[in-house]
């Protein structure tokens, strides 16, 4: 069975992309291509990609990054005052370094399960900080440095550091 382009595209909107959506929350790229290939059509990756382009500006899906997609349209977002501190001291004695930061309690809105170990996260390539300077800083924002130097740190609170 030959289709048209037409034809594929208003499937993949109307079908198959709405079906991907009542299965899960999000799905990849490689959920496509075999739900694709279980519809029995057939598109280029070019095709496929410029497709589901489109489906995200329609409103469709929405973009969850790296090739995955979701029925949901807004982002979910962390409240930042729990590492607000963290991110001035850590701005403050690297300003040119990009970094990640986080703290476990931001994800319990989202989580079945309360996280009980409340962890701070600071993620940065090795080689951009040093490690010798990443315990003054820690100490500054109230914790206190332990063992092997970058290992865990807990503060006063008994908040594990990483």
């Not at 319990?108 to 996280?115: E, G, W």
Request: net charge positive; hydrophobic share 35%.
């Amino acid at each position: 069975m030959t289709e048209t382009a037409t034809t594929k595209k208003s499937l993949l909107f109307t079908r198959l992309l709405p079906t991907l959506k009542e299965q899960s929350p999000y799905f990849s790229l490689a959920a496509i291509k075999r739900a694709l290939a279980e519809a029995k059509l057939e598109l280029a990756d070019d095709t496929l990609r410029e497709y589901m382009s489109k489906a995200m500006k329609t409103g469709i899906v929405a973009d969850a990054g790296r090739g995955w997609y979701s029925r949901h349209q807004q982002p979910a977002t962390l409240d930042p005052k729990p590492v607000a501190k963290i991110i001035r001291e850590v701005k403050k004695a690297f300003p040119l370094l990009e970094f990640c930061c986080w703290y476990t309690v931001q994800f319990n809105p989202f989580a079945q399960h309360l996280i009980a170990r409340r962890t701070i996260l600071l993620s940065a390539e090795r080689d951009a900080c040093p490690r010798s300077h990443v315990p003054d800083v820690t100490r500054r924002v109230g914790r206190q440095g332990t063992r092997n130097g970058l290992g865990n740190r807990y503060g006063p609170s008994g908040k594990p550091f990483l």
